[in-house]
T-cell receptor
Framework: GENVEQHPSTLSVQEGDSAVIKCTYSDSASNYFPWYKQELGKRPQLIIDIRSNVGEKKDQRIAVTLNKTAKHFSLHITETQPEDSAVYFC???????????FGQGTTLQVKP | EAQVTQNPRYLITVTGKKLTVTCSQN?????MSWYRQDPGLGLRQIYYSMNVEVTDKGDVPEGYKVSRKEKRNFPLILESPSPNQTSLYFC???????????FGPGTRLTVL
């Protein structure tokens, strides 16, 4: 079945450094790729998303890149801050099936 | 205020005792989903519904039932809960295929 692989599972960086999280999906029909941030004890919230007809999208310190040929997309966070510490989930949505498949999550720790 | 509500928020029950977790949204969204979240496995879709009276299986539907008799409500039913259904459950709603999913606050279920 369809799946999304996310790496790394944990990531620790110093404040001010960059963080990169990578995901690979299997369903060729996937055409929408959101990223969610989940703080401890809270619900996931969307931070950025990208559609399949776009290769890159940026929102302040956050950017997402998509390589449809390789079925690969990544989240880039620059100038990390302690409040960026959370679990981040990538996901792939198939317009054919209506399914949204999430990656396993990456726990990001930003050290002051 | 736009919101997704779930009840109960916490539930401890015993094996085999039928239970229902309710989900309600006031955003007039057609798409609703149920997920379970387990450590190391991310968010896994249980069932989803693209409209009233339309429901489809996600990745882990075994042991669960849903119904969508009206747009705003999407209850999750466990006919005969088992300990392996101990998990954190999230309901989510989405305004369209390529739009943000809004998650409810979560229901932590323990089956003894």
């Amino acid at each position: 079945g369809e799946n999304v692989e996310q790496h790394p599972s944990t990531l620790s960086v110093q404040e001010g450094d960059s963080a990169v999280i990578k995901c690979t999906y299997s369903d060729s029909a996937s055409n929408y790729f959101p990223w969610y941030k989940q703080e401890l004890g809270k619900r996931p919230q969307l931070i950025i998303d990208i559609r399949s007809n776009v290769g890159e999208k940026k929102d302040q310190r956050i950017a997402v890149t998509l390589n449809k040929t390789a079925k690969h997309f990544s989240l880039h966070i620059t100038e990390t801050q302690p409040e960026d510490s959370a679990v981040y989930f990538c996901a792939a949505f198939s317009g054919n099936t209506g399914k949204l498949i999430f990656g396993q999550g990456t726990t990001l720790q930003v050290k002051p | 205020e736009a919101q997704v509500t779930q009840n109960p928020r916490y539930l401890i029950t015993v094996t085999g005792k039928k239970l229902t977790v309710t989900c309600s949204q006031n955003m007039n969204h057609e798409y609703m989903s149920w997920y379970r979240q387990d450590p190391g496995l991310g968010l896994r879709q249980i069932y989803y519904s693209m409209n009233v009276e339309v429901t489809d299986k996600g990745d882990v539907p075994e042991g669960y039932k849903v119904s969508r008799k009206e747009k705003r409500n999407f209850p999750l039913i466990l006919e005969s809960p088992s300990p392996n259904q101990t998990s954190l459950y999230f309901c989510a709603t989405q305004g369209g295929f390529y739009n943000e999913q809004f998650f409810g606050p979560g229901t932590r279920l323990t089956v003894l």
